[in-house]
Structures are given as C-alpha cells and as structure tokens.
C-alpha cells in the first residue's frame, strides 16, 4: 500500500458545527503532516507529527485540533470555524529518518465549505 | 530553508521536453532541491530530488548548476497528463520529519 488515504472528500460545515478530518497511511511512515491549500495558493503546512507527537505547529488557530492516536492515523478535529477556513486540507507522510530520501506522499485531500 | 524563485507560468507542445527552471541562490551546502507538482484538485505528487549531481527517474530529469544556485526540471516527452504546478523546493534534512515548505510555483500548460 502507497497511498495516504483522507476521508471525507468533500465536507460542508456550518459555523457552530464539529467535525473531524481522518488521514490514513499504511506505509510505515512515523511523520504524519496536514495542510491547507487555498484556491491557485500553494499549500501551506499546519502541523507536522513525528512518532505520534506534535513536532511543529504553525502557529494555527486552536479552531483546529489536530490527533494522532497512532501510527497509521491522523485526525484533524475542526470547532467554530470561519467562512475563510473554507479550502482544501491535505495529508502527506513520510518516514523520519529518511524523508530527504524519499520525499512525502500525499493524500488527494478534503475539500471543506465553511457556509 | 532558502527562497526559491519560479516562472509564474509556461507553455509546452506535446511531444516536446518540458525544462523548468528554479533558481534558489541562497541554497546552503546541506539543502536538497525538490520537484512535486499537483494536478488540478489532486494531492501534490513528489517528482525527484537531488543535492549536488544531476538525477534522472522514470519521470523526469534534474539538472544542478556546479555552484548549487539554479536548477532545472526537465519532463522528456511532455504529455497533456504533465499539465499541472510545478513546485521547486530546497530544504534541510531534518530528523524529525521537518517542514516542507512551497513557494509558488509554476504552472506548466502542455498543448497539442
């Protein structure tokens, strides 16, 4: 299995909703990452997880809850989020150690309307 | 990580080699040029990397200038499938995963 796997492809959301992004990997990979991309943007990263902890958070609203319950998954829990949180949210893994050998693999990502 | 810096946008006849330039002239000793591109609505795909010599895979080519400042992707045989972002990325190895970060890319048209 080589792919990263995110579900579900397309969310809308009101405002006061709750709602989760799932991110799923069976590669061995030990770094898991979101991103988000807004439309004819780059994306740009969130958070990056090593081992199942958070490494690095760019400095991202606490709207957003990021989990990683374990090795294969990554959770994204979203709270109260804005019209503008409204983009394309994608996964990528990698393994630690090597990932300047190997590069990150991405999931096809969640389109999510914030309405 | 060092700034690089791409052609906003490029057309190429199929059939033909697509070269895609990058410059990144603030690029350390220890820094690694990455390709990825991203078809439209689809997840960026990772293309081929290197650090000092040139690399060749199934996909493309990458092509380092001696003095590390500028580099080149070059796609053999374009097909209208290479038609996406192309993104051109210079960072360190780090051991705890690291950040990967994008700049703006360029985006490649292949035409008939």
């Known amino acids: 299995d080589t792919e990263v796997t995110q579900t579900p492809k397309h969310l809308v959301m009101g405002m006061t909703n709750k709602k989760s992004l799932k991110c799923e990997q069976h590669?061995?990979?030990?770094?898991m990452y979101w991103y988000k991309q807004k439309a004819k943007k780059p994306p740009e990263l969130m958070f990056v997880?090593?081992?199942?902890?958070?490494?690095i958070n760019e400095s991202v609203p606490s709207r957003f809850s990021p989990e990683c319950p374990n090795s294969s998954l990554l959770n994204l829990h979203l709270h109260a989020l804005q019209p503008e949180d409204s983009a394309l949210y994608l996964c990528?893994?990698?393994?630690?150690?090597?990932?300047?050998?190997?590069?990150?693999?991405f999931g096809s990502g969640t389109r999510l309307t914030v309405v | 990580d060092a700034k690089t810096t791409q052609p906003t946008s490029m057309d190429c006849a199929e059939g033909r080699a697509a070269n895609l330039p990058c410059n990144h002239s603030?690029?350390?000793?220890?820094?690694?040029v990455y390709w990825y591109r991203q078809i439209h609505s689809q997840g960026p795909q990772y293309i081929i990397h290197?650090?000092?010599n040139n690399e060749t895979n199934e996909m493309a080519s990458l092509i380092i200038t001696e003095d590390r400042k500028s580099s080149t992707l070059i796609l053999p045989h374009a097909t209208l499938r290479d038609t996406a972002v192309y993104y051109c990325?210079?960072?360190?190895?780090?051991?705890?995963?690291?950040?990967?970060?994008f700049g703006q890319g360029t985006e490649l048209s292949v035409k008939p």
């Open positions: 603030t690029i350390s000793g220890n820094e690694y």
């Open positions: 990325i210079v960072r360190v190895n780090y051991n705890q995963g690291g950040k990967l970060i």
């Open positions: 290197g650090l000092k």
């Open positions: 997880y090593s081992y199942e902890k958070l490494s």
């Open positions: 990528a893994s990698s393994q630690v150690n090597r990932s300047h050998l190997y590069g990150y693999t």
């Open positions: 590669m061995g990979h030990r770094a």
